[in-house]
């Protein structure tokens, strides 16, 4: 999950591992996962977003979801994506917005 995080005087985003509750410091090292609920995922669908840690984590995510005889199907991506696809879908202009960053890391 991401989260707001109050690190010594500075709100920081993070984001944690939904099995281990880590948190996730290595974008190569992770992944995110939706449910589409069945073989339907119509347009117009949506659900939040888990995040795991590769491996251990989220082969125990596989292991839990395949126990439970659901079905569902639990598409993923590579985490290192995520950001892209977001500042994507907002409009954001990644050199801009670092910019800002850096500004307000000043204040
Ligand atoms: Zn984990």
Known sequence: ??????DRGIARVACFCD???EEITNAD??????????A????GSRDAPSFYHKGRCAESVARNKNAEGRGEIHPWMELRVFVIYLAANLDVDLERAKES???LALI
């Open 1 to 6: 999950m991401i989260q707001i995080v109050q």
């Open 19 to 21: 099995v281990c509750d």
């Open 29 to 38: 090292g992770a992944m995110y996962r939706w449910n589409t609920r069945g």
């Open 40 to 43: 339907e995922f119509p347009v």
């Open 101 to 103: 960053a850096k500004r």
